[in-house]
């Protein structure tokens, strides 16, 4: 069964850091793009980044150059290092799995609904 877990969102201000982190089971990191969306209120949810089970790394236009990700193959987590956040960034993030990386990249720009794996979600919010 494959199960993913999210953790270390929480409450910052504008300009602040923050690492969300993915611990996954049930499927090895190498062989599944792992990777992260997020919804904002009264909003469609949205990708922002995804590391392939090759290693390659993905960004949208909103999270390149503020936002890192990585992964630990060993520890099985996927993380996401969030820096100069932005009240915009305020969202539920999600972790998702897909084992095929050209799903998981269409995803990214046309929509989550292709993604069958789902992390619970975790709360960012930005704020002064």
């Known amino acids: 069964q494959l199960r993913l877990v999210e953790s270390g969102g929480g409450l910052v201000q504008p300009g602040e850091s923050l690492t969300l982190s993915c611990v996954v089971s049930g499927f090895t990191l190498d062989g599944y793009a792992v990777g992260w969306f997020r919804q904002a209120p009264g909003k469609q949810r949205e990708g922002v980044s995804f590391?392939?089970?090759?290693?390659?790394?993905y960004y949208s236009d909103s999270a390149k150059g503020r936002f890192t990700i990585s992964r630990d193959i060993a520890k099985n987590t996927v993380y996401l290092q969030m820096n100069g956040l932005k009240p915009e960034d305020t969202a539920v993030y999600y972790c998702?799995?897909?084992?095929?990386?050209?799903?998981?990249?269409?995803?990214?720009?046309?929509?989550?609904?292709?993604?069958?794996?789902w992390g619970q979600g975790t709360q960012v919010t930005v704020a002064s």
């Open positions: 590391i392939s089970g090759g290693g390659g790394t």
């Open positions: 998702a799995a897909d084992s095929h990386d050209h799903i998981f990249a269409a995803a990214m720009s046309l929509g989550a609904y292709s993604i069958h794996t």
